[in-house]
């Protein structure tokens, strides 16, 4: 089967912990408490509540960025109050004294001036804290934000920070509804001069900061949060999916100033990029069966028979929408295969989304009609009705990854690569490979290793891995957990990406770490 590539970001899964995926209820009840625990709340409240330096222990040519001040101004978003500020960071760390950037933070104040600060990321890269922050607000319990001012920053290169710019969004739009095939030497090099002559746009458009916009960067940008926002000795961290490698990384690098860190949806920090595609596609073609099964059990599902004739059904689709995409209620866009397949993978992120894949596949399948998919594919791409699009993660998206993955293997690796992954998981085929063709022509090559972190001394950190995870499978929560010195692993058996907010029993769980500082016993399963 044929098969595209419908924008530069390529294989790489948008690792992004959606807001619509989470159904965040508060709990019933405290469990009693297992295994070991790390300071309490309260402990760390009092320990924090003496004179702080700002510029303890860091580097002396980074004071004025340790120790800058910052006005908060109320913001309101969505009928609700929030307060918003920018802080300044250093574009490249190697040159402070030069050019600088401001990042984007928005805190929502439910703890007082007294609370501590609960620094959220939602993955991507290139989702945006602070619009996290107003659907997080909905997601902790009142006993969690009595405790926490929730605080969302939008980190380098994304949305309202200083940000990646490439193209226009009527451009975008045209990109994401592409099929590109990649079966011949010239369809690769073809391949090759788009990327070239997309990354030329962001280079002009956005300037010098696409250089440093990698998650190393990210994460000192994170400390110096620490130090202005919070303004205690440790950071306490709330990351989801791609925001759980940005805090391995910041455990690694600023082991000393961990505070309480919560990862949810776990990356696996030694993988290298094809190892990352080939997970995905295992953990998408899991997460594709489990719902073919969860269809199959019920009374309106779109596919009579087995299981295996429906995954067939919907692999015969996307073949199908290559040559001779479906139309849809909008005259002006038809259902091409990259979008069948983004609207299909949007789905696998959380069950709540399940029903609707299945009106949108009967439609698609039995009617010839793309219109369902077609709407969960601009979920997924965060499309308004209008054309535009909320943010910038597309652009942002693969800016950071190539900046993060070096390059390894060649042109015949990552071919025989996708062929093994379209034997291996025939229903999505090789749609998750090649990411390697767009960074080998990326302006900015990676020079970071991929190795295992352990974080040796840092305090508990809790591990949240789901079972049938389509974008971070539950083997990478496992590997992380082994990794780290201190890591404490909670299993979630379910499907859909990321789990708090899903399970009353994760919340409970983690809720009782955040307050309390207790970790999970080994093995211990939701």
Known sequence: MSRSRAIISAALVSVLALAACTGGQPPKERPTEAGGSSRSGAESAAEDSGTFDPLGGTDPVLASFYGQSVAWSPCEVDGMEFECTDVVVPMNYDDPDGETI?????RHNTAGDKGRMLLLNPGGPGGSGTEMVTWASYLFDESVTELYNLVGFDPRGVQTSSAVECISDAEL???????????????????????????????????????????????????????????????????FSYGTYLGTLYADMFTENVGTFVLDGAMDPSLSMSEIAMGQAMGFDRAIRSYMENCLAGSSCWHRGSAEDGLEKISQLFEVTFSTPLRTDDPDRSLT???????????????????????????????????????????????????????????????????????????????????????LYPVFGDSLAYSEVGCSNWPYESARERLPIAAEGSPPILIIGTTGDP??????????????????????????????????????????FLLHGTVPAPGETC
């Open 102 to 106: 401001t990042l984007a933070v928005r």
């Open 173 to 239: 739009d045209a990109q994401l509804a592409m099929d590109i095939p990649l079966e011949t030497d010239e369809d690769f090099e073809s391949y090759a001069d788009f990327i070239r002559e997309h990354a030329a746009k962001c280079q002009e458009n956005t300037g010098p900061l696409l250089e440093f916009v990698d998650s190393e960067s990210a994460v000192r940008d994170m400390d110096i949060l620490r130090a202005v926002i919070s303004r205690a000795d440790t950071l306490d961290y709330f990351g």
């Open 337 to 423: 295969q990259s979008l069948a397949t983004s609207g299909v993978t949007t789905a696998m992120y959380s069950v709540f989304y399940w029903p609707q894949l299945t009106t949108a596949l009967d439609q698609a399948i039995n009617l010839g009609d793309g219109t369902g998919l077609l709407a969960l594919a601009d979920t997924g791409n965060s499309r308004n009705p209008d054309g535009t699009f909320d943010g910038n993660l597309q652009e942002a998206f693969t800016a950071i990854n190539c900046l993060d993955y070096p390059i390894e293997g060649t042109l015949e690796d990552w071919r025989a690569d996708g062929a093994r992954m379209a034997e």
């Open 471 to 512: 974008a971070t499978p539950y083997e990478w929560a496992v590997s992380l957990s082994d990794q780290l010195e201190n890591g404490h692993l909670l299993t979630y058996d379910g499907d859909g990406h990321t789990a708090y907010g899903n399970s009353l029993c994760v919340i409970d769980v983690v809720d009782d």
